[in-house]
């Protein structure tokens, strides 16, 4: 029979799982995951009460409780004028954006979410609580944990309050689309990367090339007119700052699963994933839904169809050959369809360097590693994985 449980506190979640029957295994569940079927032995901590927010905006911090929605930590910090520079899709919780390794377009500039912590604090599978970081940015003092927990989708340990890095809100937006030939990508990208002009975002979707310029509205101007002098040869088009904000809003949608399919993301060298994206669109013909690229970090969010999605992915195996190094795919419906799917790519993809059997050896021992970290945190598995 599966129990919940919502503790309203760090130390009531940790002093739970100190009193836990050594029998029961633990899956975290925030805002919008579920949890389908009966499972015996199984409870669902619901961290939607871990909701506080303590707000440094002097020292540009941020201390947040993982049940927090993302949309609101970002809405409460866009009140003085600052934000975490980050832009995931969907309407999730902190607790499952930071378990996620979520990233958008603003990878490109900053970084994925990972790279916005300073400090965190979690519960282990024995109830015990940990902290990492503080609410200093130069801070160098003992082991980052907070890093090794973004992106471990709840196998380690159990986020409660994250500390984020907070950055000023830019004072105005405009967005550079260029539209340009397949063959001219390349070229393209060369010189918007080289007109000395710092993009917050650079992403593809068909061929049509979307860079967001953030700034303030006596420089804004300039940025623009020399990123369109770069590439004076292509067709372009600028947005305007509603109509800006509006366009990536729509490629944050494009990231996201449609109704019953799914979401797998691709990482390789930026000049290889450029090479990837005409045989991906090829191999998945008509079971692609939509590709975001963030051209400059080497990322691709891939949109399938729920039909043969399996035939699909084993299809992709020996185009990933090419040089990506991670593949990772999240579902609809929470925890569990993630780590059945995360199998199924595993199978059908090949994590390879120029030497094949030195790439899948790779592969095995990173695995092994994750595995082995697992065991560490959580020896007896308490911690749910199907």
């Known amino acids: 029979m599966t129990e919940q449980i919502a503790p309203a506190s760090v130390e009531e979640l940790g002093l739970w799982l100190k009193e836990l029957d050594p029998g029961r295994r633990v899956v975290v569940r ?45 809405d ?40 916005q912590i ?18 200093v940015i130069k801070n160098v003092a003992g082991y980052d944990l907070a890093k090794l927990f973004a ?4 196998r380690f340990g159990i986020i409660a309050e994250v500390i984020f890095r907070t950055r000023p809100l830019p004072e105005t937006q405009r967005t550079l689309l260029v539209t340009t030939r397949p063959d001219r990508l390349r070229d393209v990208i060369i010189a918007l990367m080289g007109a000395h002009v710092e993009l917050s975002a650079l992403d593809l979707v068909d061929d049509t090339l979307s860079g967001l310029i953030e ?13 369109e002098r770069a590439v004076s040869g292509s067709s372009t088009m600028i947005l305007g700052e509603a109509e800006s904000v509006a366009h990536w809003s ?6 996201l699963p449609g109704e019953g399919g799914m979401v797998f993301a691709l990482s390789a060298r930026s000049t290889a994933m450029l090479d990837l994206l005409p045989t991906i669109r090829a191999t998945l013909g008509p ?45 609809p ?30 592969t095995i021992s990173a695995q092994l590693l994750i595995d082995r970290i697992a065991m560490a945190f959580d020896p007896y598995g308490r911690f749910y994985r199907s």
């Open 76 to 115: 409460q910090l866009a009140l003085v004028g600052q934000r975490v520079a980050v832009d995931p899709p969907g309407v999730g919780t902190v607790g499952a954006m930071v378990a996620t390794g979520a990233r958008g377009g603003l990878i490109h500039r900053y970084g994925g979410i990972r790279d």
């Open 151 to 154: 992106g471990s989708r709840g």
């Open 287 to 331: 079971a692609l839904v939509a590709l975001v690229a963030h051209v400059g970090a080497g990322v691709a969010e891939i949109s399938v169809q729920p039909e043969h999605q399996e035939h699909r992915l084993a299809n992709l195996q020996g185009v990933l050959g090419a040089g990506a190094v991670e593949a990772r795919a999240w579902h």
């Open 30 to 74: 925030g805002l919008g995951s579920n949890l389908s079927g009966d499972h015996e032995g199984l409870t669902v901590v619901d961290t939607t009460s871990l909701a506080g927010i303590g707000h440094r905006v002097d020292d540009f911090s941020v201390t947040v409780g993982a049940g927090v929605t993302w949309a609101t930590l970002q």
């Open 333 to 362: 419906h929470g925890i569990l369809a993630h780590e059945t799917w995360s199998r199924t790519l595993a199978t059908a993809v090949r994590h390879v360097t120029d030497d094949s059997e030195v790439g899948t050896a790779a």
């Open 250 to 255: 729509r490629l944050r949608g494009f990231q």
């Open 215 to 227: 700034g303030g509205h006596e420089v804004i101007d300039q940025r623009i007119e020399r990123l």
């Open 118 to 135: 300073i400090g965190m604090t979690v519960v282990l599978a024995d109830g015990s609580v940990a902290h990492s970081g503080s609410t």
